[in-house]
C-alpha cells in the first residue's frame, strides 16, 4: 500500500465521517425546529381563541346594553302613554261633564225663554179677544198693556251662543241699528265675537269716515277680517287700520283712494296678516317692496288689475325673509308683466298652489314656462281670456301635480293637450274647458281613465257629439262625476243622456243648455238619474209632454226652462198645464227659471204658491202674459225675483205672441226691448213696507 492510497482512503474514510455526522445533525436540527413551530403554532391558538372570546364578549356586551336601553325607552314611552291615556280619560270625563252642564243650563234657559214667550203668548191672545168685546178708549187702554206684556219678553235671556247667530245674519247697518233699541240690546251687540268680521261695503254710500274710525279704535283688538271693497275713503282712515294688530284678512280692492303711503302705515301695524286683496288699486312697486319685509306669513295675495308695478317690483318679493309661504296669487289684467317678471316670481314665490291669471292677452307659453320651473306644487291653475295660450302649456305643466284647471275661450287648445291631461295629471278633479272650439271627442277619450274627476265643463266646445260622450262614460270617471256642463253641444241627442243615466249615479248638477236634439224621450232618461238636484234645459226643444215627465223627478231644486220652444204652427208648448204638473210634484224647488215661456199666465203664480213652498228664486223675463200686479204679490213670497213683460228679444226666435219671426222681424228688433229689471224680495218687514 502506498502512501497516495492511504491518503485517499484517509480522506474518503473523514469526508464519509463527516458527511454521516452532518445528516444526524441535520435531522436532530429539524426535529428541534419542527418541535419549537408546534409550540409557537399551540400559543398563537390559544391567543386567536383568546382574542375571539373577547371580542365576541365585548359584541354581546354592547348588544346587552343597547337592549337594556331599548327596555328601559320602551318603558318610559309606555309609562307615558298609560299616563297621557290616563289624562284623556280625566280630560274626556271633564269635557263631557263640562258640556252636559252647558247643555243643561242653556236647556234651562231657552226652556224658561220658552215657557215666557208662551204665556206673553197666552196674554197677548187674551187682551186681543178682550180689545175686540171692549169700546175704543178700552181698546187703546188694553193696547198698553199688551206694550207692557211685550216687555216682558227679552232677547237677552237666550244664550250667547244663540244671541250671536242671530246677530250674525245680519249687516252692520242692521247691527248698529239694533244696538240703538234699548241697553240690553246694546250689550248684546257689543259681543266680542261679534266684530272679528267687520264688512264695512255694504254700507260704503251710507257711514262717514268718522264713524269707521271710531269703530276700528273701538274694537281694534276683536277684529281679525276687514272688507273695505270699493269704498272711498280718507287716507286717515285706511292710516287706522294700523291699530289693528291682530288684523288676519284685509280687502281693499276696488278703492281708487288707496295708495303706497297706506299700505306702509297698514303693513307696520298689522304684520300678521295672511289674506291680503289689493285687485284694481293705485300701488306701485313701493308697495310690492313691503310686502316681504312686513308680512312673513302672507299666504293669499290678489294683484288684479293692478297696473302700477312692474316687473322689479316681483323682484322685491324675494327681499328679507320673502314671500316663501305665499300660496295663493291672482295676477288677472297684469298686461305689464312679462317673461322676466314670471321668472321673478318662481324665485320668490316658490310654495304656490292656487294660481290665477285672467284677461291677459299677453300671456303665452312662454311666460308659464319660467313660472312653473320652479314653482312645481301648483295644483290649481286658471286661465281665462289668454288666446295665446296653447298645447305647449300643458307640456310644461306635467311637473305639477295639477288637480283643477280652467280655460275658456281658447282656440289653440286642442286634444294634444288632453293627452297630456291624460298621461301627467291623474288626481285631476275638476277641469273647466269652455268654449275651447278645438276640442272634439277625442279629448273625451282621453279624459275616461281620470277616476278622480268630479267636475267637467266643456260648454260652447260645439265639436263634442254622442260618440265622444259615450266613450268617456264608458271609463271610470263617470261613477264619481257630479258636475256636468255640456251647454251648446249641439250634437248631443237622447243617445248621450240615456248613457249618462245608466253611467252616473252620483251626478248633481246637469246642463244641456241649447241641446236641440233632445226630446221627451231624453227626458225620461233624465229622471233616471236619482241623484240629480239641479238642472239648466234653456233653449232646448222641450214641451208640456217633457215638463210632465220631468215632474216624476220629486228631488229637484234648481230648475231652468228658459227660452224653451218649438217652433211649429201651434208656436210655443209650455203652457199653465204643464207648470202645474211641475208645482205639484217638485216640492223641493228652490230656483225655477221660466224667462221666455211667453204663454204663462198668472195661474202659474198661484201654483208656485200652493206646490213649491221652499221657491227662493224666481226668473220671469219676457213673460207678456203674466201681469206686473201677480209678479208683485209673487215677490213676497221669495228672496229674489227678476221680471219684465217686455216682448222677447228677437234672438228667441218668436213674438210675444209665441209665433215664429219672419226674416224681416228678424231684421228688426223687437217692438219694447228694454233693460232686464230685477225685484228682490226678502222677508225684512222694512223692504216690504217700502
Not at 543 to 561: A, D, F, I, Q, R
Request: glycine share 4%.
Amino acid at each position: 500500500m502506498t502512501p497516495e492510497l492511504m491518503i485517499k482512503a484517509c480522506s474518503f474514510y473523514t469526508g464519509h465521517l463527516v458527511k454521516t455526522h452532518f445528516c444526524t445533525w441535520r435531522d436532530i436540527a429539524r426535529t428541534n425546529e419542527n418541535v419549537a413551530l408546534a409550540e409557537k403554532m399551540n400559543r398563537a391558538v390559544t391567543c386567536y381563541n383568546f382574542r375571539l372570546q373577547k371580542s365576541v364578549f365585548h359584541h354581546w356586551h354592547s348588544y346587552m346594553e343597547d337592549q337594556k336601553e331599548k327596555l328601559k325607552n320602551t318603558l318610559l314611552r309606555i309609562q307615558r302613554i298609560i299616563y297621557c291615556h290616563k289624562l284623556s280619560i280625566i280630560l274626556t270625563k271633564w269635557r263631557n261633564r263640562a258640556r252636559l252642564k252647558s247643555k243643561k243650563k242653556e236647556d234651562e234657559l231657552i226652556l224658561k225663554h220658552e215657557l215666557q214667550l208662551k204665556k206673553w203668548k197666552n196674554r197677548l191672545i187674551l187682551k186681543r179677544a178682550t180689545a175686540e168685546e171692549s169700546n175704543f178708549p178700552e181698546q187703546s187702554s188694553s193696547e198698553g198693556s199688551l206694550v207692557d206684556e211685550t216687555l216682558k219678553c227679552d232677547i237677552s235671556l237666550l244664550p250667547e251662543r244663540a244671541i250671536l247667530q242671530i246677530f250674525f245674519y245680519l249687516s252692520l247697518k242692521d247691527v248698529i241699528i239694533c244696538g240703538q233699541v234699548n241697553h240690553a240690546w246694546m250689550l248684546m251687540t257689543q259681543l266680542n265675537s261679534l266684530w272679528n268680521a267687520i264688512d264695512f261695503s255694504t254700507v260704503k254710500n251710507v257711514i262717514p269716515d268718522k264713524y269707521i274710525l271710531s269703530t276700528l279704535q273701538r274694537w281694534r283688538l276683536n277684529v281679525l277680517r276687514l272688507n273695505f271693497h270699493g269704498c272711498l275713503l280718507r287716507p286717515k282712515t285706511f292710516r287706522s287700520v294700523s291699530h289693528c294688530r291682530n288684523l288676519q284678512e284685509l280687502n281693499v280692492s276696488d278703492c281708487p283712494t288707496f295708495t303706497d303711503e297706506s299700505m306702509r302705515h297698514i303693513s307696520e301695524g298689522c304684520p300678521g296678516v295672511l289674506y291680503l286683496n289689493l285687485s284694481n288699486t293705485t300701488i306701485t312697486n313701493r308697495t310690492m317692496r313691503l310686502l316681504p319685509r312686513h308680512f312673513h306669513n302672507l299666504q293669499n295675495l290678489s294683484l288684479a288689475y293692478c297696473r302700477g308695478f312692474t316687473d322689479k317690483g316681483l323682484q322685491y318679493l324675494n327681499l328679507g325673509n320673502g314671500c316663501h309661504k305665499l300660496i295663493y296669487l291672482d295676477l288677472s289684467g297684469c298686461t305689464q308683466i312679462s317673461v322676466q317678471g314670471f321668472r321673478y316670481i318662481a324665485n320668490s314665490c316658490t310654495g304656490i298652489t292656487h294660481l290665477t291669471i285672467n284677461d291677459m292677452p299677453t300671456l303665452t307659453d312662454n311666460c308659464v314656462k319660467a313660472l312653473v320651473e320652479k314653482c312645481s306644487r301648483i295644483t290649481s291653475l286658471v286661465f281665462t281670456g289668454a288666446p295665446h295660450i296653447s298645447d305647449c302649456t300643458f307640456k310644461a305643466l306635467s311637473t305639477c301635480k295639477l288637480r283643477k284647471i280652467r280655460f275658456e275661450g281658447n282656440k289653440r287648445v286642442t286634444d294634444a293637450s288632453f293627452k297630456y291631461i291624460d298621461k301627467n295629471y291623474p288626481n285631476l278633479s275638476h277641469i273647466y274647458m269652455a268654449d275651447c272650439k278645438g276640442i272634439t271627442d277625442s279629448s273625451l277619450r282621453s279624459l275616461s281613465p281620470l277616476r278622480q274627476l268630479t267636475v267637467l265643463n266643456l260648454a260652447n266646445c260645439v265639436r263634442i257629439g254622442d260618440m265622444g260622450l259615450r266613450q268617456f262614460l264608458d271609463g271610470p270617471a263617470s261613477i264619481r262625476i257630479r258636475e256636468l256642463n255640456l251647454s251648446n253641444c249641439v250634437r248631443l241627442s237622447d243617445a248621450s243622456v240615456m248613457k249618462l243615466s245608466e253611467r252616473c249615479p252620483n251626478l248633481n248638477y246637469l246642463s244641456l243648455r241649447n241641446c236641440d236634439h233632445l226630446t221627451a224621450q231624453g227626458i225620461g232618461y233624465i229622471v233616471n238619474i236619482f241623484s240629480l238636484v239641479s238642472i239648466d234645459l234653456s233653449g232646448t226643444d222641450i214641451s208640456n209632454e217633457g215638463l210632465n215627465v220631468l215632474s216624476k223627478h220629486k228631488k229637484l231644486k234648481e230648475l231652468s226652462v228658459s227660452e224653451c220652444y218649438r217652433i211649429t204652427d201651434v208656436g210655443i208648448q209650455i203652457t199653465d198645464s204643464a207648470m202645474e204638473m211641475l208645482s205639484a210634484k217638485c216640492h223641493y224647488l228652490h230656483i225655477l227659471d221660466i224667462s221666455g215661456c211667453v204663454l204663462l199666465t198668472d195661474q202659474i203664480l198661484e201654483d208656485l204658491q200652493i206646490g213649491c213652498k221652499q221657491l227662493r228664486i224666481l226668473k220671469m223675463q219676457y213673460c207678456t202674459n203674466i201681469s206686473k200686479k201677480a209678479a208683485q204679490r209673487m215677490s213676497s213670497k221669495v228672496q229674489q225675483q227678476e221680471y219684465n213683460s217686455n216682448d222677447p228679444p228677437h234672438w228667441f226666435g218668436y213674438d210675444r205672441e209665441g209665433d215664429p219671426l219672419t226674416e224681416l222681424d228678424n231684421v228688426t228688433p223687437s217692438k219694447g226691448a228694454s233693460e232686464l229689471t230685477v225685484e228682490k224680495s226678502t222677508y225684512s218687514s222694512e223692504e216690504q213696507v217700502a
